[in-house]
């Protein structure tokens, strides 16, 4: 077995993609024509949205949306990339909300945290040295 998506349930599918796009510089690899679900190419494991409607009449009727008002979901997002500062900056200039400016962390990695437009932390992270 292999790790092959994580999906996150969203307001808006299409404005989120548009938002990764922009904060994180990941290009969209598919929208499904309902714009309810769509991917992210992040490489072998794909990030996925997909619109609260749609999962709220398939899977669950009740849950708990993703919401920026709401406390973040006990989960996160992480990017890796060789210049954290400009990352952050880059997410922050798109919208989202700064929450922990890069810090070396005690392991030797750098890592920023922000909050994306539906609220969810995103870490941007340097490579660990292993």
Not at 13 to 32: C, M, N, Q, S
Not at 51 to 70: G, S
Request: hydrophobic share 40%.
């Amino acid at each position: 077995m292999k790790f092959g998506y994580s999906i996150v349930y969203v307001k808006d599918v299409l404005k989120t993609v548009d938002f990764y796009e922009r904060a994180f510089g990941i290009k969209r690899y598919f929208i499904h024509e309902s714009n309810q679900y769509a991917e992210m190419d992040t490489g072998s494991t794909l990030l996925a949205f997909s619109a609260d409607e749609l999962v709220q009449n398939l899977l669950f009727k009740d849950y708990e949306t993703n919401t920026p008002e709401k406390r973040t979901a006990g989960m996160e997002i992480d990017f890796v990339t060789d210049d954290v500062k400009g990352a952050y900056e880059q997410a922050v200039k798109a919208g989202a909300k700064e929450v922990i400016a890069p810090v070396v962390k005690p392991w030797g990695q750098t890592v920023g945290y922000v909050r994306d437009i539906n609220g969810i932390t995103v870490a941007i992270c340097s490579p660990i040295q292993r």
